[in-house]
């Protein structure tokens, strides 16, 4: 965990000095644009529409889409498995960009959020046979596990910082934003069919486990279009 | 270059570093300490054969046995782990039928577990599988340095060249006298037929009389014959009802003996109280009664011929006969159709405990005009309210009424029942309902008036085992055995069924656990005292016992190492 949030501190602090030089070309001046479209491309990859409130702030209403589906082969635990994994989310968003200086685009963004699927579901399934004692069970006999992870629906406030304006002041804009969601708890299940059926009493282990995954973290290149 | 780092990084890199640390303080992994976990409970009928002093006063127990299975259905029979090398781990024998097994009443699986142990009579005891339940069998074993109620032995040394006639005595439990007699110049013969170049004979008597319920049930598979030889040559199974039977062992020159140039000349008298089986009426002078030998390794009986009963010098009635060959040898009636053989007797246990904790004997006692004519003890009942249990009797009479009555296993003589069955008829398929009331005296059978959770201060525990790999990172949840002794040495055993089992446990006495699997034990020792409890002395057995705050009941975790797996 520790390596993770270093790493993490790491490419912040790269992705920040790097956009520096953007912000400093995007932020001379003020602009009397009101209306700007901008892409997400990152964790939660969607469309932005800004208004320009006022030369500071901006209003944002927004709509995330994401659905992912993998096969791939992993190691965990020592084990082979295969893993089948399925993320699902659909997220609209209200949200506000207030730029404190005059001569940057740094800004702070906050708003709220409802998440109409925040959805992650993963199945494991072993691909080596087990023996134990002279009991032999095959990859087929042992079954998988089914793990999700559903936010359900409900609104989340957002929070966050970052470079660029979503009503860019030239017509086309780069920007980069990173905050989080304060979300509910999760609910999780855990389950597991033939030879591991009873993975399932593991399940409060986990869902303990992720108690405070309340945060949802965003990290998002976004490319902005000035409309008008 | 300055102002910008003050102005824009300096807020921005503090603000980045507040929500990464948010982020990142967020339980990373959350599969942490999550197992995989496999369920290799694929085999059925779990079964647990525990071997035992038939003489309920002795100290210890049974061990350095081995043991071999036969029988028709002995391809079915395999270990916990679905092996085939049987071992008794302490007195405990844990056996499962295979995957393939479908044992009903109609189709039974039948096996015969031959054990032997150093000073032990070696004895067979059959195993009837009618269904999927767990099961505990008792099989007692004649300790020969501790003799059970109604047994006599004796060794000897004996010249061959002038013979001898071996007495076992009677005793006060045991009215019957067995003579033994070893004609001068008699030659030994060992398995091959080959004589044995030997002066003398080491033997090893053991004389069963049929006053005891310990001695009468101590026949090889206490009295239920699975192959029968008649001396027409034709092949049955039934039922043996004992007037008395010895168990002959010989060594001479470092083998052992199987036969003699010159029979041994038997004299094996009769218990005063015995009864015809056949005509339920005192045996008299010149009445007949079957011999048999059985072969142990090949659990075979065969006829031999008969006994004409006689009076001997005291008066005293005896029945005489020669023995040609080494094993066990016995007069007795053979029943087909008097009795309905092993009988299954399915029992509901209303109780005023829930979770009882003690100790109890069941004693099945069959009876007709007042005279009883079989008992058989279960020392393991266990008393929990609602429970349901099967129990097999071997050589059930037919025509007889059952009872059961229940009794807490004590030392005192004067232990009063705690309560029984009402009468059934003994070949009856009926359910049996047996009514304890544990925490009063109550007559023979009491109406439980209201149930309590636990037995006094007992608390109901839930167990959840685990058996963890040692070389690799999964775990499995064993179907296993467990044996509770507490501190007064009172016994539970516990099947434990994919990992789980409800148990009563009393706070503040000290339990000695015993997971047996795969003919290993693991041991540990635990007391429930506050709130919580660990397993501490352990023998591979580890584990917590938390008292949930809520409900009062315990949430144990047990766990013990494999490392069979692959």
Redesign the interface.
């Known amino acids: 965990?520790q390596q993770?949030?270093t790493f993490?501190?790491f490419l912040?602090?790269v992705c920040?000095?790097s956009y520096?030089n953007v912000?400093?070309a995007q932020s001379l001046g003020g602009s009397s644009h009101k209306l700007g479209l901008s892409l997400n491309l990152g964790t939660t990859p969607g469309l932005d529409i800004g208004y320009a409130i006022s030369p500071k702030i901006t209003a944002r209403l927004g709509y995330s889409y994401f659905k992912y589906n993998t096969n791939t082969t992993a190691k965990t635990?020592?084990?082979d498995v295969k893993l089948g994994g399925d993320a699902n989310v659909s997220i609209a968003s209200l949200s506000f960009e207030y730029h404190p200086?005059k001569k940057?685009s740094?800004k702070?963004i906050g708003g709220v959020s409802y998440f109409d699927k925040g959805q992650i579901a993963l199945v494991v399934t072993?691909t080596g046979t087990?023996?134990?004692?002279?009991?032999t069970?095959t990859p087929e006999e042992?079954g998988n596990?089914q793990?999700t992870?559903d936010y359900g629906k409900q609104y989340a406030p957002f929070?966050?910082?970052g470079f660029g304006r979503t009503v860019p002041k030239r017509r086309v804009g780069f920007g980069f934003e990173?905050?989080?969601y304060y979300t509910q708890t999760p609910k999780?299940t855990?389950t597991?069919d033939k030879?591991?059926?009873?993975?399932s009493?593991?399940q409060a282990?986990?869902q303990e486990?992720?108690?405070?995954?309340?945060?949802w973290?965003v990290v998002n290149l976004r490319l902005a279009i000035r409309l008008d | 270059m300055k102002k910008?780092f003050t102005?824009?990084?300096r807020p921005?890199?503090l603000?980045?570093?507040g929500?990464?640390?948010?982020?990142?303080?967020?339980?990373?992994?959350?599969?942490?300490?999550?197992?995989?976990?496999?369920?290799?409970n694929?085999y059925k009928s779990p079964i647990l054969i525990e071997f035992v002093d038939a003489n309920p006063n002795s100290k210890t127990l049974p061990n350095d046995l081995t043991v071999t299975i036969s029988g028709p259905g002995k391809d079915l029979v395999?270990?916990?782990?679905?092996?085939?090398d049987f071992k008794v781990a302490g007195n405990l024998l844990s056996v499962v039928l295979g995957q393939n097994a479908n044992p009903t009443e109609s189709a039974p699986v039948e096996f015969t577990v031959s054990v032997k142990g150093p000073n032990y009579v070696s004895t067979n005891y059959s195993i009837v599988v009618t269904d999927l339940e767990s099961a505990t069998y008792e099989v007692p074993l004649t300790n020969l340095n501790a003799l059970p109620d109604g047994v006599g032995a004796i060794s000897k040394t004996t010249l061959l060249a002038t013979g001898e006639t071996i007495t076992v005595p009677a005793t006060s439990s045991k009215p019957e006298v067995a003579k033994i007699s070893i004609a001068p110049g008699t030659q030994l013969k060992d398995e091959n037929g080959l004589v044995i170049n030997t002066t003398n004979v080491s033997s090893t008597i053991v004389q069963y009389g049929t006053g005891t319920e310990e001695a009468a049930n101590s026949l090889p598979n206490e009295g239920e014959g699975n192959t029968i030889k008649y001396k027409d040559g034709t092949t049955d199974f039934g039922t043996f009802l004992s007037a008395g039977f010895l168990d002959i062992e010989m060594t001479a020159g470092g083998k052992n003996v199987k036969s003699f140039s010159t029979p041994l000349d038997v004299t094996l008298s009769l218990n005063p109280s015995y009864e015809d089986p056949e005509t339920e009426a005192p045996m008299n002078v010149g009445d007949q009664i079957p011999v048999w030998s059985y072969d142990k390794a090949k659990d075979e009986w065969t006829e031999e011929g008969v006994a004409t009963i006689a009076k001997d010098a005291n008066g005293n009635l005896v029945a005489n006969f020669k023995v040609s060959h080494l094993s066990i040898w016995t007069i007795s009636r053979n029943y087909k159709g008097k009795t309905c053989g092993t009988k299954t007797i399915r029992i509901k246990v209303n109780s005023d405990v829930r979770y009882g904790t003690s100790k109890f004997s069941a004693k099945i006692t069959y009876s007709k005009n007042g005279k009883a004519k079989l008992s058989k003890s279960f020392n393991n009942f266990k008393i929990s309210n609602g429970s349901s249990y099967n129990i097999k009797v071997k050589r059930v009479p037919s025509g007889y009424t059952g009872r059961i009555v229940v009794t807490p296993v004590s030392t005192s003589p004067n232990t009063t029942s705690k309560g029984g069955s009402k009468s059934f008829m003994s070949c009856n398929n009926s359910v049996v309902i047996v009514d304890v009331k544990v925490k009063a005296t109550a007559p023979d059978i009491p109406t439980p008036t209201t149930t309590t959770d636990t037995e006094s201060d007992a608390v109901k525990v839930n167990l959840?085992f685990t058996a963890a790999?040692i070389s690799?990172?999964?775990s499995?949840?064993p179907t296993v055995w467990l044996k509770l002794v507490d501190d007064t040495n009172t016994e539970q055993l516990v099947s434990v069924v994919?990992?789980k089992a409800i148990i009563g446990m009393k706070k503040g006495v000290k339990y000695t656990l015993t997971a047996t699997y795969?003919g290993i034990d693991f041991s540990g020792e635990v007391t429930i005292n506050g709130d919580k409890a660990t397993i501490v002395s352990s023998t591979g057995l580890n584990g917590s016992f938390p008292i949930d705050a809520t409900t009062g009941e315990v949430n144990a975790t047990v766990i013990y190492p494999?490392n069979?797996?692959?």
């Open positions: 965990m993770k949030t993490s501190l912040l602090y920040l000095i520096s912000t400093k635990s020592g084990e200086f940057s740094f702070l072993p087990y023996k134990f004692g002279s009991t069970f042992v596990v793990f992870v929070a966050g910082i990173v905050g989080s999780v855990l597991g030879r591991l059926s009873s993975m009493e593991q282990k986990v486990n992720m108690k405070d995954w309340k945060y973290p | 910008i102005s824009i990084l921005a890199v603000l980045s570093l929500l990464a640390l948010t982020v990142g303080c967020q339980q990373i992994n959350p599969l942490e300490g999550v197992e995989l976990t496999v369920n290799n694929v395999f270990t916990d782990l679905g092996g085939k959840d790999c690799k990172n999964i499995i949840k994919e990992g795969n494999l069979n797996c692959q």
